[in-house]
């Protein structure tokens, strides 16, 4: 008679909400316990930094904390449209997205809250030989010294400093952490990250998923045999692999997407007794678990008595067994005189398909050599890009994380856009509409690499034309595919096939300073500050910043349309109606206030006067009352 534990209720909770304040922490008997870290908690609910040297159960590292901080500061970035390096920008649902991806992961933040099934990132390996990424974060060791505080300022030792390398760590660590902590929100319920990686890292990465995304929604880690044939220069082992961490972000709610079966799998599946059930395959019936009840004899058919195998007993209890002998469900061998195996019958299976396995062979999902093959035959022989993915594995990727028709996929690592391509190779096989997001930094090209020569100054152009010469090239096998299918077989329409993406570029806000820190702007500077928009930005630009701060996804229709001489933006209907000319008057007013739309925007320069302004919202009230103004 006692009543329920709250604090256990409580911390369960709050690791709902926040999965990394969750550890382990000794009890009053020396025992291990699941707590709260109270201090990582009010450094999540904190604006300032959190200072607490108090031991516990994680990893740590210099700089923890201040990217624990970062990753809960806002920022006053926004995006800007690029429709000339767009393709298909009017009808296109994916996205490719130019700038750093933790300025992106932060703008998106709100429009994509819980709207993505699944996230595929490839980052640095943190190895500092990777093709145009800067991804070697090692420090000096006095640069690392002098950061966590183990000299005075005479130079002398604080404490015994032995010789580890975290200094190696700490910066990507930092760096991957930031961004994992803002991705999180991103994933639906039933979502689903995975992350390439190798050796280097692996043992880091895993650990701060666990804290990021909870241990409890660990999936498993993946093993990707990248190489076909060993390297026999390798100094000791040969690496063929490497691996790919697979967290949900509910363990309850994600369904992992399982594998066709293979004609070899359903061979072992027969029907020699004619069951009207079908076929089915025989099971064994004894276990190595030991049960008195299930200690019995079985006489076969024709007289033989068996008993279960030595240290061995029956799967089920003489009752159990004795009902499935009724239902025919027993097994003695084509003779009638062999040991006894249950039937399992394929239409009875609790899943559809096969389950996957750890292990990604290269015969399966391909290898290094044909990721780079495929680039090559895109850009008519030159590669451009070191270590590409190949389209199969993302292909294998995307089924795990059982993508389906509209779901959105996100890779902030994009690089070569291997995933942008797999999207579309997948969309084209089984008529799906899934969408993708890719960020990339614009990374610029070694001088000397061949993408360079060919007129490819950065990472990101090389991912973009990627992404339109493989859209080109599916469509055609998809027309060519069509050609050869049997009467009645189904057919994918190239037309409704998504090809192309909007390029948005990260940017500083459209508006002047004043409007985001109005405690620099003193009397004399006012006369200056004649609008609150920097003169460089357009309207689409102002459209793309107002439909991130409500909340829109920018992948939604947008069309432009002119109403008595003004041009007005409508996004998804009348979800959204924008208008920033100059000298708004009634008559537009009403025009727009019949399309009843739930939001209308505005500039502030658009009025003459504070007057015009309340009167333009009054006039929606009566209009048009579920319409909600909005001034910029």
Known sequence: MITPDLTDKNIEQLGGLFPSVITEMFDENGETKKGVDFDLLRQILSKDLVENDDERYRLDWPGKKASLLKANTPITKTLRPCREESLHFEKTENLYIEGDNFEVLKILQESYLGKVKMIYIDPPYNTGNDFIYKDDYKRSKEEYEVEIGTTDEKGGKLFK?????????????????????????????????????????????????????????????????????????????????????????????????????????????????????????????????????????????????????????????????????????????????????????????????????????????????????????????????????????????????????????????????????????????????????????????????????????????????????????????????????????????????????????????????VFYHPYDVDQNKLPFVVSNIKEDRTAEDLLTQVMLELGLTLDLPIEKMSILGNTVYVVQANALIACFNDNINFSIVDEIADLKPLQVVFKDESFKDDKDRINIEERFKRLSSETKVTVI
């Open 161 to 513: 400093n032995t010789d580890t390398n975290g200094r190696f760590h700490s910066d990507w660590l930092s760096m991957m952490y930031e961004r994992l902590i803002v991705a999180r929100d991103f994933l639906t319920d039933d979502g689903v990250i995975f992350i390439s990686i190798d050796d280097n890292e692996v043992h880091n990465l895993r650990k701060i998923c666990d804290e990021v995304f909870g241990e409890e929604n660990f999936i498993t880690e993946l093993i990707w045999e990248r190489a076909y044939a060993p390297k026999n220069d390798a100094l000791f082992i040969s690496k063929s692999h490497d691996y790919i961490l697979m967290y949900t972000k509910t363990i309850e709610q994600f369904q992992v997407g399982r594998l066709p079966r293979t004609d070899e799998a359903n061979a072992r599946y027969k029907n020699p007794d004619n069951d009207p059930r079908g076929v089915w395959k025989p099971s064994d019936l004894s276990v190595k678990t030991y049960n008195a009840d299930c200690d019995y004899t079985i006489t076969t058919p024709s007289g033989r008595p068996i008993e279960p195998p030595a240290g061995r007993c029956w799967s089920l209890s003489k009752k159990a067994f004795f009902e499935r002998l009724q239902d025919n469900r027993i097994w003695f061998g084509s003779d009638g005189n062999s040991v006894p195996s249950i039937k399992r019958f394929l239409n009875e299976l609790k899943f559809d398909g096969m389950a996957p396995t750890s292990i990604l062979f290269y015969k399966e999902v391909g290898h290094s050599q044909e990721g780079a093959k495929e680039l090559v035959s895109l850009f008519e022989g030159q590669g451009h890009f070191d270590g590409p993915k190949p389209v199969r594995l993302l292909k294998r990727i995307l089924q795990l994380a059982n993508t389906r028709e509209e779901d959105i996929i996100l890779d902030f690592f994009s690089g070569s856009a291997t995933t942008a391509h797999a999207i579309m190779k997948l969309n084209a096989e089984d008529g799906g509409h899934r969408k993708f997001i890719m960020v990339q930094l614009p990374e610029l090209c070694d001088e000397k690499s061949e993408a360079f020569k060919a007129g490819y100054k950065t990472i990101a152009e090389i991912g973009k034309e990627r992404i339109r010469r493989a859209g080109k090239k599916i469509v055609e096998e998809l027309k060519e595919e069509n050609q050869k299918l049997n009467l009645g077989e189904e057919m994918v329409d190239p037309e409704k096939l998504d090809i192309g993406f909007r390029v948005y570029k990260t940017d500083s806000s459209n508006m002047k300073d």
